[in-house]
């Protein structure tokens, strides 16, 4: 059986698990931790607005002048590592609900967590 070491199994979590960084114009980067090493405050945050911009379609029906960018704000603010960078992060974005979009969609699925394999029956 191969001997692993602790530094190797975190290596591995970290290529797999890493951050996803957005490099901002003139503005260094900002780095979002994968949901699992979120804070499970910041975790529970993200989680409930990604829950509500499912229902994305449905809203704009609703409400055709609804703010859609303020919602992704909240979500891209939840994951980022630190306030100062969400708020660097949603000032580079220009409030453009787009961007913010393609920032949440990239995100999420660099950051999906792979289902846990079917036991043994």
Request: glycine share 8%; aromatic share 4%; net charge negative.
């Amino acid at each position: 059986m191969p001997k692993v070491t602790l530094a190797d199994i975190q290596e591995a979590a970290d290529r797999k698990y890493g951050d996803f960084i957005i490099e901002l114009p003139g503005d260094g980067d900002v780095a979002l931790p994968s949901l699992l090493r979120l804070p499970a405050e910041q975790r529970a945050q993200f989680m409930a607005v990604a829950e509500e911009l499912k229902g994305i379609g449905e809203a704009l029906k609703a409400d055709p002048g609804a703010d859609m960018a303020a919602p992704l704000e909240k979500a891209l603010r939840a994951a980022c590592r630190t306030k100062r960078d969400g708020d660097r992060l949603v000032k580079a974005c220009g409030h453009d609900p787009a961007v913010l979009m393609e920032i949440f969609r990239g995100y999420s699925e660099a950051t999906q967590v792979g289902e846990a394999p079917a036991s043994p029956s």
